[in-house]
């Protein structure tokens, strides 16, 4: 709490400390780099795989937003696509980065 203080990070007033103005700046830019790391930290192997050249820079700068995600990997097989084919409607929701799942849902 010491160094803190002499960083001027929190202040003491009577018995009770508080973060000074500085130390609530530094504390909003720290909640989105935790974030951003517990993203790259959750699946390391995933995001080393893949190239993150094509997001936007205000997409990156929001990364911190995928921290509680779930990477969900298509099992596609012959029953499944037997199933769709068999449809009378369906729904689904795709990355707009998979753009070969493209050619599923045109519409007729």
Known sequence: ???LIEKGLVRQENKIY???TVGMIVTEKL????GTIEVFENNLE???QKDLTG???FLRLKLEMLSQY?????Q??????KNMMN?????GRISMYMTAYLLWFRLP
């Open 55 to 57: 997001i936007p820079a």
């Open 1 to 3: 709490m010491k160094k």
């Open 31 to 34: 909640v989105p780099l935790l």
């Open 18 to 20: 508080r973060l000074s």
């Open 46 to 48: 995933y995001w080393a």
């Open 70 to 74: 779930e990477v969900i990997e298509p």
């Open 87 to 91: 449809c009378c409607s369906l729904r």
């Open 76 to 81: 596609l097989n012959r029953m499944f696509l």
